[in-house]
C-alpha cells in the first residue's frame, strides 16, 4: 500500500506532523504562530534561517486559478 511505503520513507503526513511536532514541542498560546505557514516562514526569515522562495499565498480555495 502507497501509505505504508511513504512512512517507511520517513514522509509524515499532515496530521502526523501536527501531532508528533507541532502540537507536542510547542505551547498552546503559540499554536496559531507554529500551525501558520507563512508566519512561521516570516518568523523562520527574521531569525536568520534560510527558507524556499514563495511564490504565492493562498487564503481561500477560490483564489486557485482554473485550468
Known amino acids: 500500500m502507497w ?11 499532515l496530521n502526523q506532523r501536527n501531532a508528533n511536532d507541532v502540537l507536542l514541542v510547542n505551547q498552546r498560546k503559540f499554536y496559531p504562530l507554529v500551525d501558520d505557514k507563512f508566519l512561521t516562514k ?18 481561500y480555495h477560490h483564489q486557485i486559478p482554473e485550468r
Open 3 to 13: 501509505f505504508n511505503r511513504l512512512c517507511s520513507l520517513g514522509i509524515l503526513g
Open 42 to 59: 516570516r518568523l523562520a526569515m527574521q531569525n536568520g534561517i534560510k527558507v524556499p522562495q514563495l511564490y504565492g499565498v493562498i487564503n
